[in-house]
């Protein structure tokens, strides 16, 4: 028994396990220092740019779609980016992905939005089967650039 | 001589003539319907998500870096994406990218951000020399998943 709901105000410490779980099984938890304080402070800001849906299986939290507003320059719409789909180990392949995504598009039809979008990576071969499942349009050859940090620092500062 | 400075009102249309140039080099100029208004309403919002630099060759519109607010739950914090950095064919290899770039990095100092990151085609050699300049670390392997417009109006009726 699958059920799916935004999040609510005490809930960040579950959403955080769910986020450290992906960051885990993607290999990047040593760089993951958000704290459960900064998701809600995101989540229930007063014009929050980010959203969250999560999934109960039997009323345990399971998982979680944790998205932001983007913007495609193509459309010149608004759009949902999803940042974070996560399933906890316990509960994955139980369809748990499968419903967050389905709800997240829900969302994106409330809010007239033409369309959602997320990255994958290309060796994730259940993510993908999951993603042709919804029709999403797949397009291969592109990198990740992150200018962060000191390396921002020293950037802005550079001379012309 | 190179001027950057944040888009005004009534610059959307020159603007546009830049987000189309970009999408042009990149082959999908027949997916580009946005309008010089769609910009300039988020660019202009109450709270808008997204921003633009413009750059001037001798007082001339030649490039934009368009971007929006973006989050990362590895951190917690809102950053800045980067959706199109683009210099109209005449003012290329002047050094436009470059300083707008520059100054993109100001913006998210500026702001407290404590990151940029942006998308790149794997092909595009010209973008990735600059970028390896800027010191941004570089992630291949990623894919790309749209779900838009009909499909996502399907996938988001479809039976559980």
Known sequence: MIEVRP???????ALLTMVRA??????????QTA?????????????PIVGCLLAFVDGKPAGCAFWHRSFTT??????IYLEDL????????????????KDLAGEAKRRGYPSIYWLMKSWNEGAR???AETGAEIEE???????????LTLWAEKAP
Chains 1, 2 share one sequence.
Request: glycine share 10%; charged share 30%.
């Open 35 to 47: 704290t459960a304080e900064d998701l809600e402070r995101a989540l229930f800001a007063e014009h």
């Open 129 to 131: 089967a999951l993603y």
């Open 141 to 151: 050859g592109l990198v990740f650039c992150r200018l962060a940090d000191e390396a």
């Open 86 to 101: 996560s399933v906890l180990p316990e509960f994955r392949r139980k369809g748990v992905a499968r419903a967050l995504l």
């Open 7 to 13: 999040i609510r105000p005490g809930e960040g410490a």
């Open 74 to 79: 193509a459309r010149g719409r608004e759009v």
């Open 22 to 31: 992906l960051a885990e099984s993607h290999g990047f938890l040593d760089k």
